[in-house]
């Protein structure tokens, strides 16, 4: 996995990166979780609603601007689409176990501390992109196995959300199976349009100064997500 090894001085051709990376996440930021008209169908709805719930799952990774960041890393410097293909699914794997342990079994994390870790993850893999772990230890730990601890503590993220709806028992389990089919092709909908992204941004010049700062970029929105998360925590406590 190739990586940026040094910070560039801000340049006028890595405008156009930075503004298109901020715009494609500050509209999903104002959309994620599960609230208003969502929210109240969950807590109403009994037996199994299939499509609904497919439909909600799809929504909340595809404005899960968290989650989106963390994808955005693990892609950055992945070249090959059997590469990418096993990254996202060792995500996947993590993520859909806990997402359905978590809701399934009652077992519940706070839900602050858990976003403040996902905020982490989306530090580490910025921070890794720009070699520092290359740089600190003299060698890069496990990609697939970072990514597949930091899925599944994306998916208790998910659960949390649905942990703080009071759902009906009757037809619990195929809902969950659908919210998390809907959260895998959510998901497939987002990395189309990241890889595209990234693909199109790859062949112009300047691509490996420019990846530098959006990595920095990416690794500060980690920083404020956690602050963020931890000043949610200290506040309710």
């Known amino acids: 996995m190739r990586r940026a090894d040094a910070l560039p001085a801000r340049s006028a051709r890595a405008a156009p990166a ?31 609603h299939f499509w609904p719930y497919l439909y909600l799952g799809a929504k909340h990774m595809f404005t899960g601007y968290d989650h989106l960041l963390f994808l955005l890393g693990v892609l950055f410097f992945l070249f090959r ?55 600190l230890l003299g ?15 994306h998916g208790f993220g998910l659960a949390t959300k649905l942990q703080d709806l009071n759902l009906s028992s009757d037809g619990l389990v195929p809902n969950m199976i659908a919210f998390n ?15 595209t992204a990234l693909q199109a941004w790859r062949t112009l010049p300047g691509f490996g100064r420019q990846a530098a700062l959006v990595n920095v ?15 949610g925590y200290w506040s309710g406590a």
């Open 139 to 153: 060698f890069s730990p496990n990609q697939k196995f970072v990514v597949l601890s930091f899925g599944l503590v």
């Open 18 to 48: 930075v503004l298109v990376l901020s715009a494609a996440l500050v509209g999903p930021a104002q959309a994620h979780g599960v609230a208003g008209g969502d929210a109240a169908f969950l807590e109403t709805a009994t037996g199994v």
């Open 181 to 195: 089919i809907g959260v895998e092709l959510g998901q497939l909908v987002a990395l189309a349009f990241i890889l």
């Open 81 to 135: 689409l059997k590469d990418v293909a096993i990254y996202v699914t060792m995500f996947s794997i993590g993520h859909s176990l806990t997402l359905l342990v978590g809701v399934l079994s009652g077992l519940r994390l706070d839900a602050y501390i858990v976003d403040a870790i996902i905020g982490v993850s989306v530090i580490y893999k910025a921070f890794d992109n720009l070699g520092g772990f290359k740089s």
């Open 217 to 231: 970029l990416v690794m500060a929105a980690g920083f404020a997500l956690v602050e963020m998360q931890l000043t």
